[in-house]
């Protein structure tokens, strides 16, 4: 029976060796709390736990692709990832006919911010700067943008858009309300930035790869069960 058990596990574990990795996209302009980087790594956060708790659940290992925000979508059309998480519809313009949507694990609020000690309003002149991050989508200012009552003042991340803010750079910068709890955390009282004002609040979706290498109805079930198993809140919870 030993010699059995010990025949089995090896065979398990030749099973699990053969399988590839499942490729997550992770994009470089992520900040805490949603992804660390460790010498241009993913390291940690609330995505990295993410990625590696849902390839867990189907026995696979997680590779998590950074890249930048531009070479995400191709690399996706290529069908070089196999889940994109962290992504709502109305953020993506093109056409994913070979990914599946997966159910919502969270909901994205999109704050406007200022500086404590700021008294005035946004949009008190024409062609004012806002603060925001290079390749992000904010359907709900485009109508401002357009028209050229406010404008984009694009950073690489999230964190130095609102580093920017705190050095008086713009007096208002678009923030997700997590980012922005994370950053205040690491300022003293004085210098804690604010919301103002609630721009949007969009539920956050994986895009799954539908093809016959990748275990996508797996996945999605796996998404089910963690939902209904508070995994999710478990996750976010750790961060706060």
């Not at 990295?48 to 997680?62: M, N, P, S, T, V």
């Not at 205040?184 to 721009?199: C, S, V």
């Not at 799954?208 to 996508?216: A, H, I, N």
Request: hydrophobic content about 40%.
């Amino acid at each position: 029976m030993r010699l059995i058990a010990v025949v089995l596990l090896l065979l398990c574990h030749q099973s699990f060796a053969a399988e590839r990795p499942l490729r997550f996209s992770v994009n470089e302009s992520w900040g805490m709390p949603m992804m660390r980087y460790e010498q241009g790594r993913a390291a940690g956060g609330i995505l990295f736990d993410l990625h590696q708790r849902l390839a867990e659940k189907i026995g696979r290992q997680a590779q998590q692709l950074v890249l930048p925000r531009q070479r995400v979508q191709q690399v996706l059309l290529r069908g070089e990832i196999d889940v994109r998480c962290y992504v709502n519809p109305d953020w993506v313009k093109e056409s994913h006919h070979q990914y599946i949507w997966s159910l919502p694990f969270m909901v994205q609020r999109d704050l406007l911010v200022s500086r404590h000690d700021e008294t005035a309003l946004p949009g008190s002149h024409s062609g004012e700067r806002i603060g925001t991050v290079l390749g992000f989508i904010y359907p709900t200012l485009e109508p401002q943008i357009a028209s050229g009552l406010i404008q984009r003042d694009d950073a690489r991340t999230q964190e130095l858009a609102l580093e920017k803010l705190i050095a008086g750079r713009y007096r208002f910068a678009v923030s997700n309300q997590l980012t922005l709890d994370w950053f205040n955390r690491n300022q003293p009282p004085a210098k804690r930035l604010r919301p103002i004002g609630e721009l949007a609040a969009d539920l956050i979706s994986c895009l799954v790869r539908d093809e016959p290498d990748v275990p996508t109805q797996r996945l999605l079930r796996a998404m089910v069960q963690m939902k209904q198993d508070g995994e999710f809140d478990a996750i976010l919870a750790r961060y706060r």
